[in-house]
Nanobody
Framework: QVQLVESGGGLVQAGGSLRLSCAAS????????MGWFRQAPGKARECAAA????????YYADSVKGRFTISRDNAKNTVYLQMNSLKPEDTAVYYC?????????????????WGQGTQVTVSS
């Protein structure tokens, strides 16, 4: 089992930046594939970004490409999501998720481990 705790959310004006962090604890001996998902009110949960076990591969949703950057520090068991040029439509609860194996998944069903989420609100 692995436990995930997100931090770094908050309220920011459009055009601003935030950096989310996700700290993993528990069975962290072998790195997990990690994903950042987001869910806006009334919408389905979607994968904003994901990163492979050692960071060699990444995935970004089209809506965040060029603005968001996912990275990880395996020594600290932490994954980050740097969000720049934020837009009101980025407003959502952001969740960190983890999965075993080596393949990046982009659907919620591919991740058995989830954090509690952190709210990101972008004002216009």
């Amino acid at each position: 089992q692995v436990q995930l705790v997100e931090s770094g959310g908050g309220l920011v004006q459009a055009g601003g930046s935030l950096r989310l962090s996700c700290a993993a604890s528990g069975r962290t001996g072998s790195p997990y594939v990690m994903g950042w998902f987001r869910q806006a009110p009334g919408k389905a949960r979607e994968c904003a970004a994901a990163i492979s076990r050692y960071g060699s591969s990444t995935y970004y949703a089209d809506s965040v490409k060029g603005r968001f950057t996912i990275s990880r520090d395996n020594a600290k068991n932490t994954v980050y999501l740097q969000m720049n040029s934020l837009k009101p439509e980025d407003t959502a609860v952001y969740y960190c998720a983890a999965r075993l194996g080596s393949v990046i998944a982009t659907t919620p069903s591919g991740y058995p481990y989830w954090g509690q989420g952190t709210q990101v609100t972008v004002s216009s």
